[in-house]
């Protein structure tokens, strides 16, 4: 009976720390594990998980005028850099590899980043948990090249393979269903943006494998091709993406403009053009980077199609209006549409907002703005305003928008960041 007792009183004790913890900013809840073992397993038990802040925190950026991807933290809340949840330096990672003379934040999904390495003309990759200071190195896959941004800026060649290839990989992960993460890459022309290879990363495996066949459901090619604009978003700048229920998403119309990807069910969604079927629809493949499922836009019209991503369980996909205006397209509202039915593939009209009640003009043009990210658990969006390098956010149930941080110029990237403070069996453990 007073073991029972004991028992019943260690656990009430557990439940209220953790509730006290759960009100801590994202960097004091990580120095908390350093406090004791007894705090670090309440804060890394998977029971407690979600009962702690693991939502959006925040957004990862370069600087006016560097030539980093990184080097900067915006917190969503607004408090800019005064309490960065990590290192936005990434010092951990240039003390444990002195050796890597170049990196590139090229992802981020559910807590851990993919970055791009170059060392003595090698390239690789490094997938790390900046929360807890792990990380993995993983070498690239055979015949494969860097993506474009780890090519010197002052070179104007752009990083190719096999003539005219790029190799564009990112990351899978889904702690909820296991530890392990996958790296899909798709290697595209550079000239008619058709997937050419696909090869995927296991942490289980440890290797590449080449699934390119797993499109080429025949002697014929499928005619696949995955569209890429100005940057990486993550944004560079034409980038969202959303994880739900496992899969991942991405996202691509024909005018180059606002794209994203999506993390839902276990599948990494985006949007690709078929080339037989002219016409664009949402991919979904699995970490082995095969077609799992084909899923058609809200909108049918190409131009209109412009970013997913995933909010609340749902898949995501806002789409634009557009106006011809002295031989340019200007945007004049955004429309939010929600995939309420997975199964049945029903898309519900979620919010509308026009340009006047975002930006204050009857419309903008298509290359002024750009969606960063849907938050992952409200009614929000994210935007950067290239005009002004402002980094913006906007609420769906407020109707108001508000500024979070000036980027300022020569800002390259911007990365979402949502923290995970389990330690991983498949990263090297800290020093």
């Given at each position: 009976?007073?073991?029972?007792?004991?028992?019943?009183?260690?656990?009430?004790?557990?439940?209220?720390?953790?509730?006290?913890?759960?009100?801590?900013?994202?960097?004091?809840?990580?120095?908390?594990?350093?406090?004791?073992?007894?705090?670090?397993?309440?804060?890394?038990?998977?029971?407690?998980?979600?009962?702690?802040?693991?939502?959006?925190?925040?957004?990862?950026?370069?600087?006016?005028?560097?030539?980093?991807?990184?080097?900067?933290?915006?917190?969503?809340?607004?408090?800019?850099?005064?309490?960065?949840?990590?290192?936005?330096?990434?010092?951990?990672?240039?003390?444990?590899?002195?050796?890597?003379?170049?990196?590139?934040?090229?992802?981020?999904?559910?807590?851990?980043?993919?970055?791009?390495?170059?060392?003595?003309?090698?390239?690789?990759?490094?997938?790390?948990?900046?929360?807890?200071?792990?990380?993995?190195?993983?070498?690239?896959?055979?015949?494969?090249?860097?993506?474009?941004?780890?090519?010197?800026?002052?070179?104007?060649?752009?990083?190719?393979?096999?003539?005219?290839?790029?190799?564009?990989?990112?990351?899978?992960?889904?702690?909820?269903?296991?530890?392990?993460?996958?790296?899909?890459?798709?290697?595209?022309?550079?000239?008619?943006?058709?997937?050419k290879k696909v090869h995927s990363y296991s942490s289980e495996t440890r290797a590449w494998s080449d699934t390119s066949n797993k499109w080429e459901p025949g002697e014929e090619r499928c005619g696949w091709g995955v569209l890429r604009g100005r940057g990486e978003a993550i944004i560079e700048f034409t980038r969202g993406r959303a994880l739900v229920d496992g899969l991942l998403l991405y996202i691509e119309a024909v005018l180059l403009f606002m794209r994203g990807r999506a993390w839902v069910n276990g599948l990494l969604h985006f949007v690709a053009y078929h080339f037989e079927e002219g016409e664009n629809l949402i991919v979904a493949v699995d970490g082995e980077g095969t077609i799992c499922r084909i899923i058609c836009p809200p909108v049918k019209h190409v131009d209109a199609n412009a970013f997913i991503g995933q909010s609340q369980g749902h898949l995501h996909c806002i789409s634009t209006n557009l106006i011809?205006?002295?031989?340019?397209?200007?945007?004049?509202?955004?429309?939010?549409?929600?995939?309420?039915?997975?199964?049945?593939?029903?898309?519900?009209?979620?919010?509308?907002?026009?340009?006047?009640?975002?930006?204050?003009?009857?419309?903008?043009?298509?290359?002024?703005?750009?969606?960063?990210?849907?938050?992952?658990?409200?009614?929000?969006?994210?935007?950067?305003?290239?005009?002004?390098?402002?980094?913006?956010?906007?609420?769906?149930?407020?109707?108001?928008?508000?500024?979070?941080?000036?980027?300022?110029?020569?800002?390259?990237?911007?990365?979402?960041?949502?923290?995970?403070?389990?330690?991983?069996?498949?990263?090297?453990?800290?020093?």
């Amino acid at each position: 009976m007073d073991s029972t007792k004991g028992t019943a009183v260690a656990r009430l004790c557990d439940d209220l720390m953790v509730d006290i913890l759960s009100r801590l900013p994202v960097k004091d809840l990580r120095r908390s594990t350093c406090v004791s073992k007894p705090w670090r397993d309440l804060v890394t038990d998977p029971l407690h998980r979600k009962k702690l802040p693991q939502t959006l925190e925040g957004f990862f950026h370069g600087g006016a005028g560097e030539r980093h991807s990184y080097g900067h933290f915006t917190s969503l809340s607004g408090r800019g850099e005064s309490a960065p949840p990590v290192d936005p330096s990434f010092s951990f990672l240039t003390a444990k590899l002195p050796w890597v003379e170049r990196m590139d934040l090229l992802d981020s999904c559910n807590g851990l980043l993919l970055f791009g390495c170059t060392t003595e003309n090698k390239f690789g990759y490094i997938v790390c948990n900046p929360a807890t200071e792990e990380l993995v190195t993983i070498p690239a896959s055979s015949g494969s090249c860097p993506p474009p941004s780890l090519t010197p800026l002052e070179d104007k060649t752009i990083a190719v393979c096999d003539g005219d290839i790029y190799a564009h990989t990112y990351l899978m992960f889904d702690p909820i269903v296991s530890s392990r993460f996958h790296l899909v890459q798709f290697w595209q022309d550079r000239s008619t943006c058709e997937v050419k290879k696909v090869h995927s990363y296991s942490s289980e495996t440890r290797a590449w494998s080449d699934t390119s066949n797993k499109w080429e459901p025949g002697e014929e090619r499928c005619g696949w091709g995955v569209l890429r604009g100005r940057g990486e978003a993550i944004i560079e700048f034409t980038r969202g993406r959303a994880l739900v229920d496992g899969l991942l998403l991405y996202i691509e119309a024909v005018l180059l403009f606002m794209r994203g990807r999506a993390w839902v069910n276990g599948l990494l969604h985006f949007v690709a053009y078929h080339f037989e079927e002219g016409e664009n629809l949402i991919v979904a493949v699995d970490g082995e980077g095969t077609i799992c499922r084909i899923i058609c836009p809200p909108v049918k019209h190409v131009d209109a199609n412009a970013f997913i991503g995933q909010s609340q369980g749902h898949l995501h996909c806002i789409s634009t209006n557009l106006i011809s205006q002295y031989f340019n397209y200007h945007f004049t509202q955004l429309s939010i549409w929600v995939l309420e039915d997975y199964d049945t593939q029903e898309w519900i009209l979620k919010h509308n907002v026009s340009f006047p009640q975002l930006f204050g003009s009857p419309s903008c043009p298509i290359d002024n703005h750009d969606i960063v990210v849907i938050h992952p658990d409200h009614n929000s969006i994210i935007l950067v305003q290239h005009w002004n390098q402002k980094l913006v956010s906007y609420d769906m149930d407020s109707k108001e928008h508000r500024v979070l941080c000036t980027l300022g110029e020569g800002y390259r990237s911007i990365t979402p960041y949502v923290p995970y403070f389990m330690e991983s069996p498949v990263l090297a453990t800290k020093d």
